[in-house]
């Protein structure tokens, strides 16, 4: 039921962050656990500079991030939850290579911190 909860919480959260895609960049660090399965496609990979499996039910944790590269850049970190990308829930890791194919400019991510299990959101530049 608890995982019910921060779920919904998470959707509702993407919704009314939504609009603030027109808002300055801000950098935060987020994260949470998650099961080994496939890892996110080489091309998102090149593109974000992370590597990434799928979660328990609820996002994609972070693996692996590469300095310089655009999610670095923004603060995200190993451990981290993508939660969604662009106002799209990430689950499966398939909705994540789509979104960051899809991603120029400033881009929200929505994360869970794996340091203090906030959500917050995390501003990620693609050039």
Known sequence: M?????????IGLVFVLVGLTA???IAITNSSG???AQLIGLG???????????????????????PGKPCANAGLEVGDLIIAVNGQPITPLG???HQIAL???????????HNTGQ?????????
């Open 95 to 97: 909705a994540l290579d």
């Open 34 to 36: 998650g099961r080994t």
């Open 103 to 113: 991603a120029t400019g400033n881009t929200p991510f929505i994360v869970q911190d």
């Open 44 to 66: 998102a990979q090149t593109k974000s500079g992370i590597t990434a499996v799928e979660g328990t039910g609820l996002g994609v944790k972070i693996t692996q991030v590469t």
């Open 2 to 10: 608890k995982a019910n909860g921060l779920r919904a919480f998470a």
């Open 23 to 25: 808002m300055p960049a």
């Open 119 to 127: 959500i917050v959101l995390i501003i990620v530049f693609f050039p």
